[in-house]
């Protein structure tokens, strides 16, 4: 996705703030928007992500308001999506069904990881080339919490939380959450005890489901089927680089249609399926060059090689030098 996207604002964000007394205007002008922001239906990312950091700016607490913002949001006021989420059959209908849904809200993406005992949702920005705010991040990692709370009606705690940004307080999470934080790790991450995944949610209401899941499927279908298909393979390769499901299989799979129906597709607008896998894969090795907080086995992994003299071939191939010497010449 780019920075072209645009994001909605649901009502209930402005009222929210309202209850912890931070003035929408005030909010606005803070962020340096004109203020019929306030009424309009979409912003762009940079938008966004410019009233998130307002937020941040004027509480001066980010712990304090990754915290409360969530818990202050009315069920109510929740947009479609997130409703659809709230009235799941239990813990792990609502997390997959928030994940599949936030592709239709941006700016990040959730991946969902069961392993042994272990659930873990990683949030991936839409835009790598735009720092997302850590007040922004923090409040979409504790509202996925806050969500199973809400609709089990227990005292759910986490198994591990993991931030890429630092915290002054971190105590304060630790009380939130219930388990231990980690601050400048890799990835942003909540990793929840997979018991809790079946606690059914008493807030479950079939009929309503009945109703927002056709809707909301279809207006999936319809945002996926407005973009090319260069451009989905390229988003969901992006998404999927540091995985195991690289390969066309499971790429189509994604998509609902065949190996052969994904390739004559790509075919139709003059390339291939290697061929964007090798854009993306360059795409992203230039963009995580250029941070010098990155080592070069991490950028290799990153981009989803295996072994790091696999990725040195590959970018030699690319840009004729190695990662070493495009990054010293682009960080002067």
Known sequence: MTTNARIRIPDGFWNALKQLGVKAPNLVRKAGLPLR??????????????????????????????VQLPTVFETAQYPPAVLAAYHARDYRDALKRMARYKEMCPPETLHIIEEHSNCTIELESFDKGLIEPALLVGTTITFLLELGRRGTGYPIKAKRVEFTHSFAQVNVLKEYFGCPIQIGA??????????????????????????????????????????????????????NLTGDKLDIHHISFELGMSERTLQRRLVDEHTNYKEVLKNVRHEQARLYLANPKLEIREVAFLVGYKDQSSFYRAFRDWEGETPLKWRARHLK
């Open 37 to 66: 922001v306030i009424n309009e239906s979409f912003v762009t990312i940079e938008h966004y992500y410019a009233l998130w950091q307002a937020y941040s700016d004027i509480i001066n607490d980010i712990e304090f308001g990754m």
């Open 186 to 239: 890799k990835r942003n991450r909540l990793t929840l005890h997979m018991e809790d995944l079946d606690r059914p949610f008493s807030s479950y209401n079939a009929e309503l489901l009945e109703v927002l899941t056709p809707v909301l499927e279809q207006t999936l279908e319809e945002q996926r089927s407005n973009q090319s298909i260069t451009g989905v393979v390229k988003w969901l390769l992006t998404r």
